[in-house]
């Protein structure tokens, strides 16, 4: 992917870090989530502070902070996955802001995802699920569980959770849930089709569901309300053996030399007007489920956000690289 750089012009409004902010001195937002622009070009209308965005796939993000190593160029980085932001904060990428959530008026869910360290926070949430083209079962019932996925074994898409940090909550979820050696036998009977079961993008997945060979996707549920809402042959199962939550969040760089405006932007998005702003992305990244009270998420999206688990983050920071790893060696071809 290229990298993209968006500079949004200056308003009247502000707030009080505003008048520190000029053309020359852009806050830098490193994303993967399609809902940065419009959230930023309503966070520059509301205050006049310019956000310079740099934009890349997940894994492309995270090999570029990677190689940045303890002088990272950004100035807030807003990604999905509790446990990739959870390890930026060990490596002390992250600067904690104490306080900065407690006047935020989050919804059940959202206070629950604000990790204890307040170095990162959850800005949206969505989950994985089961999406179904109920066109290709052929009267065939459709699976209720991650587990009854094995009688559809070589017609499941997934994504390779090497590039996606959405994917890699999914997979630390599951092994969560199922107990590592489980969960990776279990698996092992359900994407047994390499050229679905490590596809790189969710694009490529609903490719994959509409036109391909897949019958079924493991998928993030906001991609497949949008396909829903497209009028799409696709239905979603929420598995009863249960999802794990997949905030977007969002932390501040522990050098960053725009700190007071880069708190700003955190604290946007935290807001009613951030995360309407948001529900104006074309695309799957707009269906998300909203963390903050009053947002209603958009099409057909129910609120079972309730029943969500959530992920223990450091223990799935801690085995990132060994589990990555082992999904390529069994499942990308």
């Not at 990298?3 to 008048?19: H, N, Q, V």
């Not at 807001?271 to 104006?280: H, I, N, Q, R, Y």
């Not at 099409?299 to 983050?313: F, M, P, Q």
């Amino acid at each position: 992917m290229i990298r993209s750089t968006i500079a949004f012009g200056l308003s009247a409004c502000a707030f009080a870090a505003a008048s520190m902010a000029s053309a020359a001195d852009k806050l830098v937002v490193y994303s993967a989530l399609d809902t940065v622009e419009s959230a930023s070009k309503a966070f520059t209308q509301k205050t006049g502070i310019e956000v310079d965005l740099v934009r890349l796939s997940t894994g492309e993000l995270l090999g570029k902070v990677a190689a940045e190593g303890n002088n990272p160029r950004f100035d807030v980085i807003w990604v999905e996955g509790s446990a990739v932001m959870s390890r930026l904060a060990q490596q002390g990428i992250l600067k904690p802001e104490p306080g900065l959530a407690d006047n935020v008026d989050y919804t059940e869910l959202g206070r629950k995802l604000v990790p204890e360290s307040q170095a990162y926070f959850p800005v949206s949430v969505s989950t994985t699920a089961i999406a179904v083209n109920d066109s290709k079962l052929n009267g065939v019932t459709a699976p209720r569980s991650w587990t009854e996925l094995a009688a559809f074994a070589g017609k499941v898409a997934a994504k390779d959770p090497n590039l996606s940090g959405p994917a890699f909550q999914w997979l630390a979820g599951y092994f969560e849930a199922k107990g590592v050696d489980a969960g990776k036998t279990e698996l092992q009977s359900i994407l047994t089709n390499k050229s679905l079961s490590g596809i790189p993008s969710g694009g490529a997945v609903n490719k994959s569901l509409i036109t391909g060979d897949a019958a079924l996707a493991i998928q993030q549920d906001n991609s497949i309300y949008a396909l829903i809402d497209k009028k799409e042959p696709v239905s979603i199962v929420y598995p009863s053996d249960g999802v794990v939550a997949i905030p977007a969040s969002a932390g501040i760089a522990a050098i960053s030399k725009h700190e007071d405006q880069a708190k700003s932007f955190v604290e946007f998005l935290l807001t009613k007007d951030g995360e309407t702003a948001m529900l104006k992305t074309e695309g799957g990244d707009g269906y998300f489920a909203p963390v903050i009270k009053g947002v209603t998420g958009r099409g057909a999206r129910v609120d079972n956000t309730s029943t969500w688990k959530i992920l223990d983050d450091k223990t799935a920071a801690t085995n990132e690289t060994e589990w990555k790893q082992w999904f390529r060696d069994q499942f990308v071809p």
